[in-house]
């Protein structure tokens, strides 16, 4: 029983990071660059939801929409000031742009939001009466009488994964903005000779995947419930691992890739040593490279000579 | 041929103009600095600034040179910072003198980083891109992990260690070297910039040898096009493993020098913001442009110092002018305007 | 094109400006305490105020502790400047974003100012490198909150304000052993930081000597801080009637709300960087409830002096004050009346400063927010006995 109380730890842990997975996966398959600011994003996503429930009462779901649609907004404006004009750059100062749109991010945030921690409002309970006739929080299900619990959150957290993942892979194969996508992430010179406007399609990449790391972002923090200026960034790097253990740039893969390093996470803590759980993840990350160097899902490019 | 011992000529024109500069700044701050008349806050950073030009000079090897992305540049200088310091702790009373004894650590500190780099390397150079760029981030987050339980211990019958808890079990006269998540404390600062810049100067003449050396071509043939160096004969592990131990050594000295600078060092300085601070130093810089490295690893260095007066924004600051910075120097209206201004330099790019 | 870059760059003054009025409307009415150039306006004139600096964590992860003791030594400063005595300061903090490296540079800037007494920095390590800086260069200091041993370890001129790490470690113990507060005992601390290690060592040896039983022993790192349910699982399999959480409070509150979904109701034991878990907004403290934590410091004790300073905090900055700002505050009084004893002036050299300050704090008594007749001794620990407190209904209530 403990063994699968720690699964199922492992399973949330996991699939918050897939969640965040999935749209670093995603702006890296089609834009082909490391968004190292989107774990900022989340957080900027879940202070707005922060704000938008704890101070201005407003209902959650309005409070994520809000986030969703801030987010978004960001993601276009990062993306039009910061990343459009270094289309034709290397893919290595890009990336260092993304460093420095972190740091903004993250000091813009400490200076509007201060410091002090604040501790995120869980909209996934059920207000229900105990015998007794006292109103009673739920905030999980109680599974074989109580020996195994399993939080809404979590349940929440993997049914939104596979529903993005599932609408994002609809979206990328049947849709025509989808395949001008993928056109795009194959070859950019020929999708622009097909008529496909690239720096547009490139946009509304960063759009989608800023308006996913603001559910990503409401997510994290009604799981692990504390918000500070560098929520995102912790999160982000294991997320960005946990995207190329499943293979960078599919989708399907982000998601196993989150849920497996959750599980290894926690099963190293559990079976192995807490102080050494982050140096044995990685430990694993390698090896697993080192077997499928593209990934567990990931599509293996054969070299053109 | 001609066009050949030309671009050749010039790049040794620029090392040399590399060395000069180097030497130029040294000679002026050390000047600056006997007068007093630099402030204490520009004569504390000169130290660990030297340690940063040759971290991101070994980085630039690895980066540029070699062409893989590796964020775990920090790792070898975290190996370095606390064999380094081991050392220089086990040898105080053999080695009283201690500008020698800090050559002596630093000369272990890369060692053992060398070794640690081959170790890595092993696994890492059989990878590419960014799968390679993550184990090699993978590697820097496993060495702060393990110097942040690792517990040395010396007295007279030897070195203890113990990994997770401190089980050395010393004798009275033992001392706790590396204390786990304490790291290593009352660290004797024998760094100075004079070191500093011998070791600047070092990594230059190991760096520029190496590149333009028959292994240097084989390098940067193996960058511009793998198969065809392979093709022709090459043989790629061992190129790129070279290129990958030195930088790791280079950056493991530069960790014992940075770490003996202060008293007290912990394997959390070691993260991996660390190396991308010093990958933003190499692409700031230019990649396979040494110089701009030295000039962008100075720079970024003083820069947050140097915004202390914008108080609470500083940082914000820092971030909008390292953004800007980078668009400045990757836009086409900017990049053809200097290349007008200086027709010579065109040709240097490419080569570079 | 340039038109563009232009354009960009306008875009950016624009952010950044819209930032900056965010930032004020967000902490209205602080604008005497925001930024040290600020206070300019009520400070004395060059030469006639001690020029008082220190080091903290003002941007990054540790933020909050920097910020709070610079806001508390700002208040303290403040109310001395107004009540225009003899002993004037001039306080400036520097930003050290709690990195050994930074804390050195901003150290040195401090002293290109002129800095003439310090107050160290506010996290261990950092203060640890500036301690070695101030005292080569004969500067005294004295820290509201750096506590591990090695900071003031060989240095004469180096003081704390707040508790060493390992006599919080042993009155720990020795107040739950006393106490009877429980038998079978998890720690469950933080392995890649110097306070919660230091605590934890000393806690496990005096266990050991008390008869104590530690049953789980687990930690947690920054790069994995926000899922405790292995720590948790194993303390209840291992049948752990009290849990003691050596660490700061951001993630005892995750602890404490894992455990609360678990169902799992241990006794829970706190340090002094648990304080603070009340005022986290958003913070449910039922989930607190029963919490006991040892503290020099509570912002809801009635005395006239924490309720005038608890006060003043929440209007200037807007939120409680913690025991950071309290120890920040309660250094700048300590200073002020050590100064006075002593008879110090502002045109006295760091140097002379540092001596008569040594003297002064080795023999002087202290009544301050955090402790009543406090007292030095050579090394430069102070010796103040923490209160044991324990959460009730929200608030804290003194255990004896």
């Known amino acids: 029983m403990t063994f699968l109380n720690y699964l199922i730890s492992g399973i949330s842990l996991g699939s918050i990071y897939a969640i965040i997975a999935l749209g670093y996966t995603m702006v890296y398959g089609i834009a082909k660059m490391l968004n190292f600011a989107h774990g900022d994003v989340i957080m900027v996503g879940a202070y707005i939801c922060f704000y938008a429930v704890s101070r201005y009462s407003l209902p959650p779901l309005v409070g994520v929409i809000l986030a969703m649609l801030v987010c978004t907004v960001l993601g276009i404006v990062v993306e039009r000031l910061a990343y459009k004009p270094l289309r034709s750059a290397p893919s290595l100062a890009v990336l260092i742009t993304a460093i420095g749109v972190s740091y903004f991010l993250q000091n813009a945030a400490l200076l509007l939001w201060s410091s002090n921690p604040k501790v995120f409002p869980n909209a996934f309970v059920i207000n229900t009466i105990d015998e007794a006739g006292n109103p009673v929080v739920q905030s999980s299900i109680d599974l074989f009488g109580g020996q195994l619990k399993v939080s809404f959150v979590t349940i929440a957290t993997i049914a939104i994964c596979i529903v993005i993942m599932l609408a994002l892979l609809w979206f990328t194969s049947k849709t025509r903005l989808g395949k001008a996508m993928r056109a795009c992430s194959e070859d950019k010179g020929a999708a622009q000779l097909m008529g496909i406007n690239v720096n547009a399609t490139i946009s509304m990449t960063f759009a989608i995947g800023s308006g996913l790391a603001a559910i990503a972002g409401v997510l994290l923090c009604s799981a692990y419930p504390t918000l500070v200026p560098t929520t995102g960034s912790m999160p982000g790097i294991k997320a960005f691992t946990a995207a190329v253990f499943g293979g960078i740039g599919s989708i399907p893969g982000a998601l196993l890739g989150g849920l497996l390093l959750g599980i290894i996470e926690i099963f190293a803590k559990a079976y192995i040593s807490t102080q050494l759980s982050d140096a044995i993840v990685f430990a694993v990350l390698i090896v697993v490279l080192l077997v499928k160097p593209a990934g567990l899902l990931g599509k293996q490019i054969r070299e053109k000579v | ?352 | 094109m340039k038109k563009k870059f232009l354009s960009l760059m306008l875009a950016m003054t624009m952010v950044l400006g819209l930032a900056a009025c965010g930032g004020q409307e967000e902490s209205t009415g602080d604008t005497s305490g925001e930024t040290a150039d600020n206070t300019a306006s009520e400070a004395p004139a060059e030469g006639t105020a001690f020029k008082l600096g220190g080091t903290g964590p003002l941007t990054g992860g540790a933020a909050i502790y920097g910020n709070a003791a610079y806001r508390g030594a700002q208040i303290a400063v403040d109310e001395i400047n107004a009540e225009g005595g003899a002993i004037q300061f001039d306080l400036r903090y520097e930003d050290d974003q709690h990195d050994a490296e930074k804390a050195v540079n901003a150290y040195n800037i401090l002293k290109d100012w002129g800095m003439q007494i310090s107050l160290g920095s506010v996290t261990s390590k950092p203060c640890e490198a500036t301690a070695a800086e101030t005292y080569a260069d004969r500067i005294f200091a004295l820290t509201p909150s750096a506590s591990s041993t090695a900071t003031t370890e060989g240095k004469d001129n180096m003081f704390q304000m707040c508790f060493m790490d390992p006599n919080q470690g042993s009155a720990s113990a020795l107040y739950i052993s006393e106490k009877g507060l429980g038998s079978k005992i998890a720690i469950i601390w933080k392995n890649d930081d110097v306070y919660s290690k230091g605590i934890h060592d000393t806690f496990v040896d005096e266990a050991a000597a008390l008869g104590l039983e530690i049953v789980s022993d687990t930690t947690f790192a920054d790069g994995n801080d926000t899922d405790f349910s292995v720590q948790l699982t194993d303390a209840q399999n291992n049948g752990a009637d009290l849990v003691f959480l050596p660490m700061y409070y951001q993630p005892a509150s995750l602890i404490l709300s894992q455990a609360s979904a678990k169902g799992y109701a241990p006794k829970w034991f706190g340090v002094d960087g648990m304080d603070g878990i009340l005022t986290m907004e958003g913070f449910d403290p039922a989930l607190a409830e029963g919490v006991m934590l040892l503290t020099p410091f509570n912002a809801d004790a009635t005395d006239d002096k924490t309720v005038a300073f608890v006060t003043e905090y929440q209007e200037r900055y807007g939120e409680t004050p913690n025991q950071f700002a309290a120890d920040a505050y309660d250094c700048v009084y300590a200073y002020k009346q050590a100064l006075e004893a002593a008879g110090a002036t502002p045109d006295m050299s760091a140097e002379e400063l540092c001596e008569l300050m040594i003297q002064q704090f080795t023999s002087m008594t202290f009544n301050g927010l955090t402790g009543e007749n406090m007292t030095w001794d050579a090394t430069g620990a102070v010796s103040k006995s923490p209160k044991g407190m324990v959460i009730e209904n929200g608030a804290y209530v003194g255990l004896d």
């Open chain 2, 1 to 352: 041929m001609a066009n050949k011992l030309n671009t050749l000529n010039k790049t040794n024109r620029w090392n040399y103009i590399t060395y000069l500069l180097v030497i130029i700044a040294y000679v002026i701050l050390q000047v600056m600095s006997s007068t007093g008349s630099i402030s204490s806050s520009l004569k504390g950073m000169l130290v660990p600034i030297c340690a940063y030009v040759v971290m991101a000079v070994s980085l630039n090897l690895t980066v540029g040179v070699l062409g893989e992305l590796s964020l775990g540049h920090a790792g070898f200088m975290s190996v370095g910072a606390f064999t380094g310091v081991t050392a220089a702790v086990s040898l105080q009373n053999l080695i009283p003198f201690a500008p020698l004894r800090l050559a002596v650590s630093m000369v272990v500190a890369a060692l053992f980083a060398a070794l640690a780099g081959f170790l890595i390397g092993i696994p890492v150079l059989r990878l590419k891109g960014d799968y390679l760029a993550i184990v090699t981030l993978a590697f820097g987050e496993i060495i702060k992990s393990i110097f942040n339980n690792l517990y040395v211990g010396l007295d007279e019958s030897g070195f203890h260690f113990s990994l997770l808890s401190d089980t050395t079990d010393l004798s009275e006269n033992g001392t706790l070297i590396i204390g786990g998540p304490m790291g290593i404390g009352s660290i004797q600062k024998i760094s100075t910039f004079t070191a500093g810049f011998i070791l600047v100067m070092i990594t230059l003449v190991v760096v520029f040898h190496l590149v333009n050396s028959r292994a240097g071509r084989a390098i940067m043939a193996i960058r511009d096009n793998r198969i065809a160096a392979e093709s022709v004969g090459l043989n790629i592990t061992k190129y790129k493993m070279m290129a990958f131990v030195t930088s790791a050594a280079l950056a493991g000295s530069a960790g014992a020098l940075f770490a003996m600078n202060y008293s007290t060092i912990v394997a959390n300085k070691f993260d991996f913001n660390t190396s991308i601070l010093v990958l933003v130093f190499v692409v700031l810089g230019g990649l396979g442009n040494m110089l701009g490295s030295i000039i962008a690893a100075a720079a970024l260095t003083i820069l947050p110092e140097a915004l202390r007066e914008f108080s609470d924004y500083r940082m914000l600051v820092y971030a909008i002018v390292l953004i800007l910075v980078m668009l400045a120097t990757n836009n086409p209206t900017l990049k053809s305007f200097l290349a007008r201004l200086k027709p010579g330099k065109r040709g240097e790019k490419e080569a570079a």
